[in-house]
């Protein structure tokens, strides 16, 4: 059974910085490309950030770039997520998620299947 567990969320004041964390069971960690999503008050699934396999190739959504840093441990099935200079709208439900086909990476959530239960991050003053 696929198992993604986020932790690392919170609250944060404008400018800061959280790290997320993941971890991932029930499937070979290092034969999927992972992401992140969010989940923003009122809106939709938006997809963040995506890592391939051995994590040497990374991609971000616009809104993020250059503030983001996605990262993986595969020898401890782990995904993470260094965001700094946090803004307001960065809060939401922040998810790990795994990429649907083996040996891919995807830069969509149509290209994910699973997800964790997600870890809240806030940014206000």
């Known amino acids: 059974e696929v198992q993604l567990v986020e932790s690392g969320g919170g609250l944060v004041q404008p400018g800061g910085s959280l790290r997320l964390s993941c971890a991932a069971s029930?499937?070979?960690?290092?034969?999927?490309?992972m992401s992140w999503v969010r989940r923003a008050p009122g809106k939709g699934l938006e997809w963040v950030s995506g890592i391939s396999l051995g994590g040497g190739v990374t991609r971000y959504a616009d809104s993020v770039k250059g503030r983001f840093t996605i990262s993986r441990d595969n020898a401890k099935n782990r995904l993470f997520l260094q965001m700094n200079s946090l803004k307001p709208e960065d809060t939401a439900v922040y998810y790990c998620?795994?990429?649907?086909?083996?040996?891919?990476?995807?830069?969509?959530?149509?290209?994910?299947?699973?997800w964790g239960q997600g870890t809240q991050v806030t940014v206000s003053s």
């Open positions: 029930g499937f070979t960690f290092s034969s999927y490309g």
């Open positions: 998620a795994k990429a649907k086909l083996i040996r891919t990476m995807t830069t969509d959530v149509q290209g994910c299947d699973y």
